[in-house]
């Protein structure tokens, strides 16, 4: 009988947990189905979200929804990034390929490009390049793409977020900034 629950659990999450709740939604929503691994960084970065001071109350609905989603892309662009560090290019390429459909920031997208170069998949990394040295430039169009009108302070909300993003998906990738980034790809 556990190997029932484990697959429900697996599948549905939490339904009392409005984070796992949401994310589980965007998830369905964009046609994305997580492995045990990728659930487990979703849970990680939802415990990270929930020890904010606000611990995700009173938060508006829209800025709730993106968090989530946010929350969604990190937790795959993690255990994305994991992979292709322990040479698991495959499962790494299968991850990376899930955050880039959430959000495909050129970082994610860098990521993509080695998972599939490591595995001689040349015409798709060099692809993957192209799009890569136009998206620097509408990064902020991605984010307002899902940024509804709705969002108190939209602006700024965008914004911000750009630059957390620039800055963690940067980093997580050993690279001191985007500027850096952006550089190596464009030699």
């Keep these: 009988m556990s190997w029932i629950s484990r697959i429900f659990r697996s599948t549905v999450g939490d339904a009392k947990d409005p984070i796992l709740k949401e994310c589980l939604s965007i998830q369905q929503s964009y ?12 849970l990680l970065n939802r415990n990270k979200l929930t020890e904010s001071p606000l611990r ?15 929350t969604l892309f990190d937790s795959l662009c993690e255990a994305g990034v994991d992979h292709l560090a322990a040479r698991r290019s495959v499962r790494a390429m299968d991850t990376l390929e899930k955050a880039s459909k959430l959000l495909p920031w050129p970082p994610v997208l860098y990521a993509l ?7 001689g998949r040349m015409e798709p990394a060099a692809k993957l390049r192209e799009t890569i040295e136009g998206g620097f430039d509408v990064r902020r169009k991605l984010l307002a793409d899902i940024v509804p009108p709705s969002v108190p302070e939209r602006e700024n909300f965008i914004a911000t977020t750009a630059q957390r993003l620039d800055t963690s998906s940067s980093l997580l990738l050993g690279f001191s900034d985007i500027h850096e980034l952006r550089r190596k790809i464009v030699e």
């Design 31 to 42: 046609g994305l189905v997580l492995d045990a691994n990728e659930r487990n960084y979703v």
């Design 56 to 70: 995700g109350l009173y938060v508006q609905k829209d800025i709730f929804h993106v968090v989530c989603l946010l």
């Design 113 to 119: 490009m080695i998972a599939h170069e490591t595995l």
